[in-house]
């Protein structure tokens, strides 16, 4: 019943911020007042996966809660590329699952011009991602950031073009 209620918020919130965009505003940088990191995710389209992911380990409501998160969100793309039985493995090991999604979480609001500024993020997961800086680009873990600041009510999130995995 959660679930349910959770995917219909996340609808709601995706139909009002499909109509505050401005006009010639992109699709796929929401910007709904009050939307939390999850709420602002699955709004954006192009993190289904992620999304999913996080309901199966239980870490929605905890994502949706007071934060504030700093979310390094891998892209539907960046899960495309991980084994499917590599992902298969994760799904059934909530525990593991947890761990990998919570490599992808800081506690704290991080907007970029913060990461760039520190030598390494520590996650809730208990591990620490080092940050670098290399041709304008930056990188967190072995991810390069391909979309940075996508602002949320409980946070910010960072798109990442691959998922990371702990050590």
């Known amino acids: 019943m959660r679930q349910i209620r959770t995917i219909l918020v996340v609808c709601a919130v ?3 911020t499909v109509s505050a965009l401005p006009a010639g505003a992109p699709a796929d940088t929401p910007r709904a007042q009050g939307a939390n990191v999850v709420q602002t995710a699955v709004a954006a389209g192009k993190f289904k996966t ?5 309901g199966r380990a ?7 809660g007071k934060g504030p998160y700093t979310v390094f969100a891998p892209t539907d793309a960046a899960f495309a590329k991980v084994p499917k039985a590599t992902l298969a493995r994760l799904g059934r090991n909530k525990a593991a699952l947890r761990s990998v999604l919570l490599l992808h979480v ?3 609001r991080l907007p970029a011009a913060r990461v760039t500024k520190r030598r390494s993020v520590k996650t809730l997961n208990g591990q620490r991602l080092a940050v670098r800086v290399r041709g304008g680009k930056v990188f967190v873990g072995r991810a390069r950031v391909v979309t940075p600041d996508v602002s949320a009510s409980n946070g910010v999130i960072h798109a990442i073009n691959k998922v990371l995995l702990p050590r």
């Open 106 to 108: 800081a506690k704290g």
């Open 14 to 16: 995706t139909a009002v």
């Open 50 to 54: 992620l999304a999913s992911l996080l």
């Open 58 to 64: 239980g870490l929605v409501k905890t994502l949706e």
